[in-house]
């Protein structure tokens, strides 16, 4: 071979390497990449569809947990939510002859359609007592949870014991219609 036809075939073979190299990034790497994404879009796409098919297929049962839901929530009033979980407390009170030192409920709003009517009882009583208050607030049927429990022995026998404890109640908030 000639050095003149080596020249231009080196040439011709190191243009068609760079061209090789500039078409895989500039056009093969991109295209795979893309087809990667459209992959896994599609993918979540499938779930998404297979999620939302198995919830319309559920609906009725959802929509009727939903008003069970709703008919455990305390009274839309908030005087009367109140009022109601007072006299709860008293009731499990007088059950269980705990004896208070503070009850104090306090209504927190974080969302637009809640409000939680939160209670801060602190009480002092024995082992039977506490135990027995905590089981009426726990069976009640009325909507409460148990945040928080503190106890503690207010003497060195640790025959009294003191009981701070802070339950919420749910208020759904209505739309109007």
Not at 33 to 57: N, T, V, Y
Not at 90 to 111: A, G, M, Y
Not at 131 to 146: N, V
Request: glycine share 6%.
């Amino acid at each position: 071979m000639k050095i003149k036809n080596r020249q231009k075939f080196l040439t011709i073979l190191a243009l068609s390497v760079v061209g090789l190299l500039m078409g895989d990034s500039l056009v093969i790497t991109p295209l795979a990449k893309s087809w990667k994404d459209r992959s896994a879009k599609i993918e979540f796409l499938h779930k998404s569809i297979q999620r939302g098919d198995l919830l319309m297929s559920r609906e009725k049962t959802i929509q009727n947990q939903w008003h069970l839901m709703e008919k455990g929530t305390l009274t839309n009033n908030m005087s009367a939510a109140e009022n109601t979980v007072l006299k709860a407390v008293d009731r499990w009170t007088q059950k269980s002859r705990i004896s208070f030192t503070s009850l104090k409920p306090q209504w927190k709003q974080n969302e637009e359609d809640h409000v939680l009517l939160e209670c801060r009882a602190d009480g002092y009583g024995d082992m039977q007592t506490v135990s027995r208050f905590l089981y009426e607030l726990e069976t009640d049927p009325l909507p409460l949870k148990i945040e928080d429990i503190e106890l503690s022995t207010r003497d060195s026998d640790g025959r009294q014991i003191a009981l701070g404890v802070r339950f919420s109640g749910l208020l759904l908030v209505k739309e109007k219609q």
